[in-house]
């Protein structure tokens, strides 16, 4: 056996470098599609949170109209037609009705955005009647009371599933 020689270290040290260079470009390749799937995460967590908003929205122009028709008088003629609150109520049902189940990340979400858009349909039933019922809020709470209530307790229960399914993808980011 004989020593190493110049040569040889060289020839060692080349080597070493060249093991380097690898195990760098994997790490670099890693932190990459590390930082990439973060992205992706957040990304998808802001989409949520869109949908949720929108839903959210929807629900609280629900609550609205059910209060203002809570305290409207029975026996006055009120046409909705020219109230501010039917059009927003109307702007944030289309809104939800627009929206993309391919949209929502996960198969708990699509459910609540299916439950949610199944209970906008429900109300596009009945909101329009606002217009059509002889005018009179008492006439017309008397017989969809229930409803509006229940429309907006499902956009509720809508809502915080996506919440919380939310709070579950935010813990693996």
């Known amino acids: 056996m004989s020593s190493f020689h110049r040569?040889?270290?060289?020839?060692?040290?080349?080597?070493?470098?060249?093991?380097?260079?690898v195990i760098a470009a994997f790490l670099v390749s890693w932190l990459q599609a590390r930082s990439a799937v973060k992205v992706r995460r957040l990304d998808t967590l802001e989409q949520l949170d869109a949908l949720t908003k929108v839903v959210e929205i929807a629900r609280d122009r629900v609550r609205e109209l059910y209060a203002q028709l809570l305290m409207a008088p029975v026996n006055h003629?009120?046409?909705?037609?020219?109230?501010?609150?039917?059009?927003?109520?109307?702007?944030?049902?289309?809104?939800?009705n627009a929206l993309s189940i391919g949209m929502a990340p996960s198969a708990k979400s699509v459910g609540a955005l299916l439950d949610a858009k199944t209970a906008i349909r429900h109300a596009d039933g009945i909101v329009p009647n606002l217009n059509?019922?002889?005018?009179?809020?008492?006439?017309?709470?008397?017989?969809?009371?229930?409803?509006?209530?229940?429309?907006?307790d499902l956009l509720a229960e809508a809502e915080v599933v996506m919440?919380?399914?939310w709070h579950r993808l935010s813990q693996a980011v």
């Open 7 to 21: 040569s040889d270290w060289i020839g060692f040290a080349q080597a070493l470098g060249g093991m380097l260079a």
């Open 77 to 96: 003629g009120i046409k909705f037609a020219n109230i501010p609150l039917l059009q927003k109520v109307e702007t944030a049902f289309e809104a939800v």
């Open 132 to 152: 059509t019922e002889s005018g009179r809020a008492g006439q017309f709470f008397d017989t969809h009371d229930a409803e509006l209530k229940s429309i907006a």
């Open 163 to 165: 919440r919380e399914e």
